[in-house]
């Protein structure tokens, strides 16, 4: 199948300079305004807008032959509306231009807009190396919000400033695509090419990525292919035309259309929609200087199931997308949403899909139910081990206790899940914060759920916005989240090994439930993180990576993290030359209830 764009130049005399313009939707230029559409069982297409009184028949597009219709219009301008006017047979219908980059509202009209007109102020950030990733997952709509009045991307924007003191580096968006009403978390993409007009549109959105840049913070935006709407969806039966109830030219017409949400799966088959799919990944990366994307639900992009793969278009789609963005911006983030534990996502092409990494349900659920389980003696570590060692690059991996999906649909923020009368108290608090500890020192990306820092409770709505007086209660706990990401991007130069590709286990005690780790990178560096999983101090002997004495450099029990804490007094500790497994030294440590301790080799 040929991948190359419909529409080159071809003579054309509508068009001021002879030649027509190549591209899709409204396509400014000094004249007036270009447009091409696709509707390939349309028996006529005209534009109609501010610049013609909304005249059903005064602009009419001419057939380029292959399904697409191209017309130029002299004095149309950037931020006038205008919709399609589609005949089909007896049907006239009004349709939003699938490339519109701004609309109104999700069932308005599309919006004239220059992608190339806005001043990035010479912005030339880099997303940073992807092992020194600390990821922060945020919903734009209640991130800064009053009760009953979403927010929008500059309302996100007045905290970047917070965040950089954090130390975040990289923050996703939940979706930003053009959604039916005024709440949502995205998913339900109706515009996938206009940024939700609630939020900003797409200047509010160029603000936004152009200040988190000058805070040292990269942008990654979740897309949305998997499924599209499925309501206010001008796509479906985008030129009248369609089969057995299905959704005409841009969705399969038969059962692959199927999705758990909804009758909407793209014809990943058909070349035309897959390049619209290519454009808007693109259009991200190009328009909106983002640096990275995470690819929602992706094997409901490979698998009609949920399960297999059994879409080899879709498989194509994803690998011919892989790798483009990996040829145009070699230093954007690519990572899909599978949590199928595949490890094909993130092998290179043509064998995988040829994303950087992905969301690892191994790691999640492992130990989330370490942490929520209420009695001691019936945790796994030898489970907590092995989300914790992972298996492979690390670097391919992103881990969390929190994100969107695991604090709804009938689960919670952690502290409430963890102590459900008393979500402030010292158990909902020690144990939150043990698994944040061993999230930021784990090999992989780490990533937090907004408001994860403070403690957030309850469960993620996008109606009710964060309780940011919790920020101001709970700052000792931010301070401690501040320390960690500290560490896990070796900011003081004293912990290179968290930042480095190798992964140890020194110790894994069910009976104690204690489980320590060595982190390094080829040249050494090691970083030692024991995590002791019970109610009850830890003292006991593990295994060391050699002999030497190891510098105390964070101690989650501290009590200048919370005044429930116990303070327990964990201290720099000496490794000897005494064998313990197939290690050449040990030691002693003595770790608070659920506390994590971390350890670097003195100079």
């Known amino acids: 199948m040929s991948e190359d764009h419909p529409s080159g130049n071809r003579p054309s005399g509508n068009h001021p300079g002879g030649n027509r313009l190549s591209g899709m939707g409204a396509m400014p230029h000094g004249g007036g305004v270009a447009f091409r559409v696709w509707a390939p069982h349309a028996d006529a297409v005209a534009v109609t807008g501010d610049f013609n009184d909304w005249a059903a028949s005064a602009d009419r597009l001419e057939s380029e032959g292959n399904g697409y219709w191209y017309g130029d219009v002299p004095g149309a301008q950037a931020g006038q509306e205008y919709q399609y006017l589609i005949t089909s047979g007896d049907d006239e219908l009004h349709r939003i231009d699938p490339y519109a980059r701004a609309v109104t509202n999700s069932v308005g009209n599309g919006i004239i807009y220059d992608p190339n007109a806005y001043d990035w102020q010479s912005d030339s950030f880099e997303c940073p190396p992807h092992n020194e990733l600390v990821v922060y997952e945020t919903h734009i709509g209640s991130f800064v919000a009053k009760q009953g009045d979403p927010g929008g991307l500059k309302d996100v924007a007045s905290r970047l400033g917070y965040l950089q003191t954090l130390g975040i580096n990289a923050i996703e968006l939940m979706p930003v695509m053009e959604f039916a009403g005024d709440y949502s978390w995205g998913y339900n993409p109706a515009h996938v090419f206009a940024v939700e007009s609630g939020y900003g549109g797409p200047d509010g959105l160029k603000n936004f990525v152009r200040e988190a840049h000058r805070h040292g913070i990269a942008v990654i935006v979740d897309v949305v292919y998997n499924h599209f709407g499925p309501s206010d969806l001008d796509l479906w039966r985008f030129d009248g035309w369609g089969e057995d109830d299905k959704g005409g030219i841009y969705f399969y017409q038969d059962d692959r259309s199927a999705t758990p949400w909804g009758d909407t799966r793209p014809d990943y088959g058909r070349e035309e929609v897959r390049r619209f799919i290519l454009d808007n990944a ?12 995470r690819f929602d639900s992706t094997v409901h992009i ?12 879709g498989w194509g789609l994803l690998q011919w997308i892989t790798d483009e963005v990996r040829a145009s911006h070699p230093r954007a983030i690519l990572i899909a949403e599978d949590l199928q534990g595949d490890p094909a996502l993130t092998e290179p092409t043509p064998g995988g ?30 489970e907590v081990a092995g989300a914790v060692a992972g298996v492979g690059d690390p670097w391919t991996r992103v881990v969390y206790t929190e994100s969107h999906d695991e604090v709804a649909n009938g689960k919670a923020r952690m502290p409430q899940e963890v102590d459900p009368e008393d979500p402030t108290g010292w158990a909902a608090q020690k144990r939150a914060t043990l698994g944040m500890a061993v999230a930021l020192t784990s090999p992989g990306i780490p990533m937090l759920f907004q408001g994860q820092e403070f403690l957030e409770d309850e469960w993620f709505r996008d109606t009710v916005p964060l309780d940011w007086d919790r920020a101001r209660a709970f700052r000792d706990v931010v301070r401690m989240v501040r320390d960690l ?10 912990a290179s090994g968290l930042v480095g590709p190798h992964t140890r286990l020194l110790d894994v005690d069910d009976e104690d439930n204690v489980l320590a780790f060595s982190r390094s990178t080829d040249e050494g560096g090691d970083v030692v993180v024991v995590a002791n999983f019970a109610a009850t101090p830890a003292v006991g002997r593990i295994a060391m990576p050699y002999a030497a004495h190891w510098r105390l450099r964070f101690n989650s029990d501290a009590r200048t993290y919370s005044a429930l804490f116990g ?3 964990s201290a720099d500790i000496d490794a000897d ?5 197939e290690f050449p030294a040990s030691a002693t440590v003595d770790v608070g209830p659920y506390s994590v301790v971390v350890y670097t080799a003195a100079d």
């Not at 490979?302 to 278009?313: A, K, Q, V, W």
Request: hydrophobic residues 35%; negative net charge.
């Open 282 to 293: 693109r259009m991200w990366l190009d328009e909106y200087h983002v640096d990275g994307l």
């Open 302 to 313: 490979r698998s009609t199931n949920g399960h297999t793969t059994d879409l080899p278009d």
């Open 353 to 382: 899909a040829g994303f950087h990494a992905q969301w690892d349900a191994g790691f999640v659920h492992p130990v989330r139910a370490a942490l929520v389980t209420p009695e001691d003696g019936e945790r796994s570590m030898a």
């Open 485 to 494: 990401v500290r560490l896990r991007r070796n900011l003081d130069g004293d």
């Open 567 to 569: 303070d327990h007094q």
């Open 577 to 581: 030359e005494e064998p313990m497994g």
